[in-house]
Nanobody
Framework: QVQVVESGGGLVQPGGSLRLSCVAS????????MGWYRQAPGQKRELVAG???????YYADSVKGRFTISSDNAKNTVYLLMNSLKPEDTAIYYC???????????????WGQGTQVTVSS
């Protein structure tokens, strides 16, 4: 059993910043990948940024240059620093992890509950 918990969302003005955190816990042997997705009202869920256990990163074109994903492997934690926020960044942000768990050599996928980010003046 693995738990994934996001935090750090809130209401900010355009141009402001937020840092989201995602902590994975439980019987984790190793984390293969952690990513941030977002879903705005009426929109499909989209991948925003991802990071591997070796710190290889991916960013959606819409956030390149503004968002930075990072990880603390010792804490099983991934962060998303969001700068220069725009109203179109408003969405629920979800953390997704691929992990190997104790007693099972398969890769398992888990989602967090989401954290709301609202960018508005």
């Amino acid at each position: 059993q693995v738990q994934v918990v996001e935090s750090g969302g809130g209401l900010v003005q355009p141009g402001g910043s937020l840092r989201l955190s995602c902590v994975a816990s439980g019987s984790i042997i190793s984390i293969i990948y952690m990513g941030w997705y977002r879903q705005a009202p009426g929109q499909k869920r989209e991948l925003v940024a991802g990071i591997s256990s070796t710190s290889s990163t991916y960013y959606a074109d819409s956030v390149k240059g503004r968002f930075t994903i990072s990880s603390d492997n010792a804490k099983n934690t991934v962060y998303l620093l969001m700068n220069s926020l725009k109203p179109e960044d408003t969405a629920i942000y979800y953390c997704n992890v691929n992990v190997r768990i104790a007693g099972n050599d398969l890769v398992h996928n888990y989602w967090g509950q989401g954290t709301q980010v609202t960018v508005s003046s």
